[in-house]
Nanobody
Framework: QVQLVESGGGSVQAGGSLRLSCAAS???????MGWFRQAPGKEREEVAIIHTGGGVTQYADAVKGRFTISQDNAKKTLELQMDTLKPEDTAMYYCAAYERPFGGLATMCLPDPARYNYWGQGTQVTVSS
């Protein structure tokens, strides 16, 4: 049973940085993992996703060039480095995963949150102006 536990959220001023971490148990090379966020009154949206086998990453346009997703295979964690934060980045951030067999280095993941069947409890990120 996959279990995901996020940490690292907090409050920061605009222009600052935060690093989120997701401890992932029972996740092997055949998974898509990602960070999603949900602001009050808005739908949950993709932030960044990665396939654990090939390492292909995908980013939402709103965060390209500012956020970096990575995986630490030794620690079994998924990381999200968030730089140049903006007030519109304020949201609850979730780590999520679904099983997708590794089909080669170009294996990509789907950005639709509905595809992800494993979710963490979320960590709050607040960016003040």
């Amino acid at each position: 049973q996959v279990q995901l536990v996020e940490s690292g959220g907090g409050s920061v001023q605009a222009g600052g940085s935060l690093r989120l971490s997701c401890a992932a148990s029972e996740v092997s090379r055949g998974y898509c993992m990602g960070w999603f966020r949900q602001a009050p009154g808005k739908e949950r949206e993709e932030v960044a996703i990665i396939h654990t086998g090939g390492g292909v990453t995908q980013y939402a346009d709103a965060v390209k060039g500012r956020f970096t997703i990575s995986q630490d295979n030794a620690k079994k964690t998924l990381e999200l480095q968030m730089d140049t934060l903006k007030p519109e980045d304020t949201a609850m951030y979730y780590c999520a995963a679904y099983e997708r067999p590794f089909g080669g280095l170009a294996t990509m993941c789907l950005p639709d949150p509905a595809r992800y069947n494993y979710w963490g409890q979320g960590t709050q990120v607040t960016v003040s102006s």
